[in-house]
């Protein structure tokens, strides 16, 4: 009995001793995709994706973020916007959105078309012009501010030292300047990106077509038209698409200066959104002005994956 104990002591520890010959599990190339990709996809949905349906949802409801609890109301909401001040906010919207895009488009162009010359020193320049990019737009805002102000600022001293005002004026104050003073403070702020993406396409034009076309006789704007922005085509659309959605959702600089004011004429979606929910605590109209706000979001979109898809064909 004892014997037979012992032996199979010593095949239990035969058996133990003895490499194994079964292969361990392999994860298959698709799960371990899917892992990998599982923290930032939970990091998505909590961040971005829950707290964008939430407000969609809340466009249904009358909910104020004050009083607790909330009462479906359909469309409601949104009957309310559309009849109230929407069309107001988009004209508004729209303008500086188009104000803001083309201006610095220009001012960006025309810098970009100086440094692909061969300009002394323009590496230099190069770093000077990306300095108002590189500022935060708290930052610039307050810069504007002053630039602006009415007893001390220096657009009034500079104007009325050229004759061209004859008192000072409150920029930022008065209905008819504030949207193009906003203007005037989001181009700074935005005109560098512009300059180093056209720059950057103006240098991939290849120096024989202009060398070609100087040939046959034409001059520096026939060059431009001819040679120049057809090889730029698809880059110039690009940079406009973006800067426009961008300045469709812009908020900081508009929001530091004026707040949407004076009466309003300065108020466009991103503050209007902002206004209705934490200054007249109705999160209802808010949701509601966002969801449309979001609509047209949408669209310009898909007017910009559809033009980077003809790009790519091309």
Do not use: C
């Amino acid at each position: 009995m004892h014997g037979g104990t012992v032996a199979q002591g010593r095949a239990g520890v035969a058996n133990v001793d003895a490499p194994s010959t079964t292969a361990p599990r392999r994860i298959g190339d698709g799960a371990f995709a899917v892992v990998l990709t599982l923290p930032g996809f939970a990091l998505l949905i909590a961040v971005v994706l829950y707290p964008l349906v939430s407000a969609l949802v809340t466009a249904f409801f009358e909910q104020s973020l004050v009083v607790p609890g909330r009462e479906f109301v359909g469309l409601e909401n949104l009957r309310a916007v559309l009849e109230d001040d929407f069309w107001q906010i988009f004209r508004q919207t729209f303008v500086f959105t188009l104000g803001s895009t083309l201006i610095p488009f220009v001012v960006g162009f025309g810098l970009a078309l100086a440094l692909n010359t061969g300009l002394r020193g323009q590496r230099f320049f190069r770093g000077i012009f990306l300095v108002p990019w590189l500022v935060p737009g708290v930052v610039v805002s307050f810069l504007w501010m002053w630039i602006f102000n009415a007893n001390y600022g220096v657009a009034n001293g500079l104007l009325e030292g050229l004759g061209i005002i004859d008192e000072p004026h409150a920029w930022l104050a008065e209905p008819g300047t504030a949207m193009a003073a906003v203007i005037i403070a989001k181009t700074w702020a935005s005109f560098p990106w512009m300059m180093v993406m056209l720059l950057a396409g103006l240098q991939t034009v290849p120096p024989e077509l202009h060398e070609a076309a100087e040939m046959d006789g034409a001059g520096t704007i026939r060059r431009f038209f001819s040679v120049t922005l057809p090889h730029l085509k698809g880059i110039v659309g690009l940079v406009l698409l973006l800067e426009f959605i961008w300045n469709f959702q812009h908020f900081d600089i508009i929001y530091v200066l004026t707040g949407g004011g004076p009466a309003g004429t300065t108020q466009t979606f991103a503050t209007s959104v902002y206004e209705t929910a934490f200054r007249g605590f109705d999160l209802g109209r808010a949701g509601a002005l966002g969801l449309l706000w979001m609509v047209i979001l949408l669209l310009l979109v898909v007017v910009y994956v559809r033009f980077s898809e003809r790009g790519e064909e091309r």
